[in-house]
């Protein structure tokens, strides 16, 4: 089983539509961040989490929001979904103590917003 | 400037050949440095961590340049399975700021 798992893997909504999508894992870590990614841009951070009290925005977190539900989960919601939020997101965790600061990421969320 | 930039490619090279890609990075307190590997809609996944004197690991080979300020990652006898998207990413300690490159796109072919 994957360390971090995401929720739902593929999803296709219409405009205006709330979506959540779902992340948990398994690393014990504390850092949970959440990105998405388009063509030709990279992976941009929506938000951060550094511990179960603790949420920030990222550099794109307009039209979206979060919730740290346990050190374990970290939901991102999209309040009334738009075409440009079309995109591939992603999980990641890191341990705050970890040598490398490696970057262990879920297995994507495909959104399609019609 | 984007702050970090990558050739976006694709580099095609047959079975065998040695390929390098650069990655430059414009924050000169940037300390951290990683190339990622991505698979076709799959997630990144740590490649190597880029240390100041350089490491290796079997046949791919990361180099640090804090001067000129960009990293850059060799591939010997370069394999079809090594067919993907590498990522260059830099941290700043202490920060939440992982800042991604756009990624250069690698095929190897028969």
């Known amino acids: 089983d994957a360390d971090v798992t995401q929720t739902p893997r593929n999803r296709i909504t219409k405009t205006g539509k709330r979506i959540m999508l779902e992340c948990s894992q398994t690393?014990?870590?504390?850092?949970m961040y959440w990105y998405r990614q388009d063509p030709g841009l990279g992976l941009r951070l929506i938000y951060y989490?550094?511990?179960?009290?603790?949420?920030n925005k990222g550099e794109i977190s307009d039209g979206y929001s979060v919730s740290r539900q346990a050190q374990a989960k970290f939901s991102l919601s999209l309040e009334s979904a738009i075409p440009n939020q079309t995109a591939l997101y992603f999980c990641?965790?890191?341990?705050?103590?970890?040598?490398?600061?490696?970057?262990?990421f879920g297995e994507g969320s495909r959104l399609t917003v019609l | 400037r984007k702050e970090v930039e990558q050739d976006p490619g694709p580099f095609n090279v047959p079975e065998g050949a040695t390929v390098a890609f650069n990655c430059t990075y414009s924050?000169?307190?940037?300390?951290?440095f990683f190339w990622y590997r991505q698979d076709c809609r799959k997630e990144p996944k740590l490649l190597m961590s880029?240390?100041?004197s350089g490491n290796e690991d079997g046949r791919f080979t990361a180099q640090l340049n804090r001067a000129s300020q960009y990293i850059s990652l060799l591939i010997r006898d370069s394999k079809l399975s090594d067919s993907a998207t590498y990522l260059c990413?830099?941290?700043?300690?202490?920060?939440?700021?992982?800042?991604f490159g756009t990624g250069t796109r690698l095929k190897v072919l028969a």
């Open positions: 990641a965790t890191s341990d705050l103590t970890g040598v490398t600061g490696e970057l262990f």
């Open positions: 690393k014990g870590h504390d850092r």
């Open positions: 989490s550094f511990d179960v009290k603790d949420i």
């Open positions: 924050n000169s307190a940037s300390q951290s």
């Open positions: 880029v240390y100041s």
């Open positions: 990413v830099v941290n700043t300690e202490g920060t939440y700021k992982y800042i």
